[in-house]
């Protein structure tokens, strides 16, 4: 077992690229582990519930590389730290005063990230031990398929901000949930439960939360007795049925910039942070 320090010379290279404040606070806002050759990724801002700013973006995106160069890692598990949240969501606080093209910039550049995952040729799996909301349901929609633990909750409550989903929610709720349930989860911010995301299968397998690594872990030990090339090549092809060619992607960039010019988004968020509730006017 191993826990990643700079060892390698990919991550030594990106991290030479990347602002000083997230070289400093990357390795530990996101760690990774590697034991027999699967790596755990954690988020670990467990203080506010794993939520996605720009450092845990920049930690992220450096594991992925490691995940993808590092020849000793065959699979990977994504999960959160602490026993009540896999990740609420991007981080909120990050949203104030974002200029329409700052948002579609943010929205890419997350849509990027989560491209990355889905498009990775070694298994990457989801292990929902919490909150999966917003960026949190997308990343986890990202990964090649979920396990949850019992408490696990899902959803898509952008629109209790004035938002939209930014990081690919409203394409691959739609792909794993279908188009009825995807748009009632969007546009109603209905939180659902595990036994539902189960019943929904926009998880494989729902698991007491003691078990949730164990189980992710055995899942990936018995795929990595399959040729790997044959995974990887699976992976692609299942890819292909969504084709990212479509437009989706792209008009919900564009969608989720156009919220930052509303008076709703303002008010959401501003609500939000101030812990009361929104009063939206349509504009
Ligand atoms: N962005 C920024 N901070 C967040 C966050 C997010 N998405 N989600 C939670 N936090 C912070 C809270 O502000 C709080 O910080 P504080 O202790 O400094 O006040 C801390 O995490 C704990 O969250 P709290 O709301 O107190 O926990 P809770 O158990 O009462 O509620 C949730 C849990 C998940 C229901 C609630 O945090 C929530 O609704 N989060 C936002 C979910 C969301 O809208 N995600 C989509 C964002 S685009």
């Given at each position: 077992?191993?826990?990643?320090?700079?060892?390698s010379?990919?991550?030594?290279?990106?991290?030479?690229?990347l602002?000083?404040?997230?070289?400093?606070?990357?390795?530990?806002?996101?760690?990774?582990?590697?034991?027999?050759?699967?790596?755990?990724?954690?988020?670990?801002?467990?203080?506010?519930?794993n939520?996605?700013?720009?450092?845990?973006?920049?930690?992220?995106?450096?594991?992925?590389?490691?995940?993808?160069?590092?020849?000793?890692?065959?699979?990977?598990?994504?999960?959160?730290?602490?026993?009540?949240?896999?990740?609420?969501?991007?981080?909120?606080?990050?949203?104030?005063?974002?200029?329409?093209?700052?948002?579609?910039?943010?929205?890419?550049?997350?849509?990027?990230?989560?491209?990355?995952?889905?498009?990775?040729?070694?298994?990457?799996?989801?292990?929902?031990?919490?909150?999966?909301?917003?960026?949190?349901?997308?990343?986890?929609?990202?990964?090649?398929?979920?396990?949850a633990?019992?408490?696990?909750?899902?959803?898509?409550?952008?629109?209790?901000?004035g938002?939209?989903?930014?990081y690919?929610?409203?394409?691959?709720?739609?792909?794993?949930?279908?188009?009825?349930r995807?748009?009632?989860?969007?546009?109603?911010?209905?939180?659902?439960?595990?036994?539902?995301?189960?019943?929904?299968?926009?998880?494989?397998?729902?698991?007491?939360?003691?078990?949730?690594?164990?189980?992710?872990?055995?899942?990936?030990?018995?795929?990595?007795?399959?040729?790997?090339?044959?995974?990887?090549?699976?992976?692609?092809?299942a890819?292909?049925?969504?084709?990212?060619?479509?437009?989706?992607?792209?008009?919900?960039?564009?969608?989720?910039?156009?919220?930052?010019?509303?008076?709703?988004?303002?008010?959401g968020?501003?609500?939000?942070?101030?812990?009361?509730?929104?009063?939206?006017?349509?504009?």
């Amino acid at each position: 077992m191993y826990i990643t320090g700079g060892a390698s010379t990919a991550r030594n290279c990106l991290k030479n690229l990347l602002p000083f404040h997230a070289k400093n606070n990357m390795s530990q806002v996101v760690t990774l582990e590697v034991n027999n050759g699967i790596a755990t990724i954690t988020i670990n801002r467990p203080d506010k519930l794993n939520a996605l700013n720009k450092d845990v973006f920049a930690a992220l995106n450096l594991h992925l590389n490691e995940v993808a160069n590092n020849a000793a890692i065959k699979s990977a598990i994504i999960t959160g730290a602490g026993p009540k949240a896999f990740v609420a969501g991007a981080d909120i606080s990050e949203f104030h005063e974002l200029s329409i093209d700052a948002a579609k910039a943010l929205a890419k550049a997350g849509q990027d990230t989560f491209f990355t995952i889905e498009n990775s040729s070694k298994p990457i799996i989801a292990a929902v031990n919490g909150f999966a909301l917003g960026g949190g349901c997308e990343l986890a929609m990202a990964c090649h398929f979920r396990i949850a633990s019992t408490n696990a909750k899902f959803g898509q409550p952008e629109v209790n901000l004035g938002l939209i989903p930014g990081y690919g929610g409203t394409q691959r709720l739609t792909q794993l949930i279908g188009k009825g349930r995807a748009i009632e989860l969007l546009i109603s911010a209905a939180v659902i439960d595990a036994a539902t995301a189960l019943q929904y299968g926009l998880v494989n397998y729902v698991v007491p939360q003691e078990e949730l690594l164990a189980k992710a872990t055995a899942l990936l030990t018995q795929i990595g007795t399959k040729a790997p090339l044959a995974v990887g090549a699976c992976i692609a092809a299942a890819n292909q049925a969504f084709a990212p060619e479509n437009k989706g992607y792209t008009a919900e960039v564009d969608a989720f910039g156009a919220c930052f010019a509303t008076e709703d988004m303002e008010e959401g968020t501003t609500a939000f942070l101030e812990k009361r509730a929104a009063n939206f006017q349509g504009k």
